[in-house]
């Protein structure tokens, strides 16, 4: 689901994005510069977005528009084939497709399980320190559940690796992180 690492692998080929937020919207424009066309599929009769992208989106070649628009399935035998989708007061469509990008979770991480146990930020996302410990000593985050953090899998293994060796420090009692080879 992430247009910005897939791209390309759809040059020239028919994909959907699924959303109506800022990352639905510009990950669609980003997916234009390879792909034939896009089918953007709205939650939404309007997008959630600055009017200047949405203009920009309703206004490209590339782009057809679906609005108010839910989407019922994705669907392909050994690999993706179409999505499958209804708007009110029509029948349900389906368009062939060989990527789908789906933004319809929104940008608010998943956190409600924790239930106030650690502090997390105004969007939801959980606040960490440079070691990626949360507010409640030994219990450490990384990933798209941060406050602030760049939603790739590079990025969240990257912090992964950093929060490793601070759990081995916490757990050993070190006052620093030490490196796995000396001079």
């Known amino acids: 689901y992430c247009a910005t690492c897939d791209a390309a692998f ?24 390879f792909v034939s066309e896009v089918h953007f599929i709205s939650p939404s009769e309007a997008l959630k977005v600055p009017e200047h992208l949405a203009e920009e989106l309703q206004n490209h070649p590339k782009v057809r528009m679906y609005t108010n628009a839910r989407v019922k399935d994705l669907f392909g035998k050994e ?14 469509q389906s368009v ?12 608010k991480p998943i956190t409600e399980y924790l239930m106030e146990q650690v502090t997390c930020g105004e969007t939801g996302g ?7 410990q949360t507010s409640l000593s030994g219990v450490f985050a990384v990933g798209d559940v941060l406050q602030e953090h760049v939603k790739q899998v590079v990025v969240s293994a990257s912090e992964g690796a950093i929060a490793g060796i601070a759990v081995e420090k916490f757990l050993r009692g070190r006052k620093k992180m030490t490196v796995d080879w000396s001079k």
């Open 126 to 132: 959980i606040l960490v320190d440079e070691e990626f």
């Open 96 to 107: 062939a497709v060989s990527g789908a990008f789906v933004y319809l979770q929104g940008g």
């Open 79 to 92: 690999q993706l084939e179409g999505v499958r989708f209804s708007m009110p007061g029509s029948e349900e």
């Open 10 to 33: 759809f040059r020239d080929q028919v994909v959907a994005v699924a959303g109506n937020n800022d990352e639905a919207v510009e990950e669609a424009l980003f997916l234009t510069k």
